[in-house]
């Protein structure tokens, strides 16, 4: 295990319109914009040294399962450490109802050139 991933787990948003809770959003959500730790500084790759794993440990509740880092392959010293974020490609949208757009500058050799 390369690290676990911290930050605050959030509940669903409501949709303003009727307050319900809205369509396609998952059930909880890991922000770690404010806090966490290492991992909340590793980098994308379309090429990655780690893959993400849920993992239980000290309940069996799926939904709070914890997000997990592992080496996918040996990794030399001072290589930086990344992982691929997983967005599809025109999967993101804006607040305009427009797909958002997100290039990727990782430098693999097989990048997507675009996370979203």
Do not use: W
């Amino acid at each position: 295990m390369t690290c676990r991933r911290l930050g605050h787990v959030t509940l669903p948003t409501s949709s303003p319109v009727d307050d319900k809770i809205t369509e396609n959003e998952p059930e909880f959500c890991i922000d770690a914009s404010c806090y966490g730790n290492v991992a909340r500084f590793m980098n994308h790759s379309c090429e990655p040294n780690l893959f993400i794993q849920c993992v239980l440990s000290d309940h069996t509740d799926i939904k709070l399962a914890r997000v997990m880092l592992f080496a996918s392959k040996k990794i030399p010293p001072r290589q930086e450490l990344t992982y691929d974020y997983g967005y599809q490609v025109d999967s993101v949208m804006g607040a305009d109802g427009n797909i958002k757009k997100m290039y990727c500058h990782c430098g693999a050799d097989l990048c997507r050139k675009r996370l979203y």
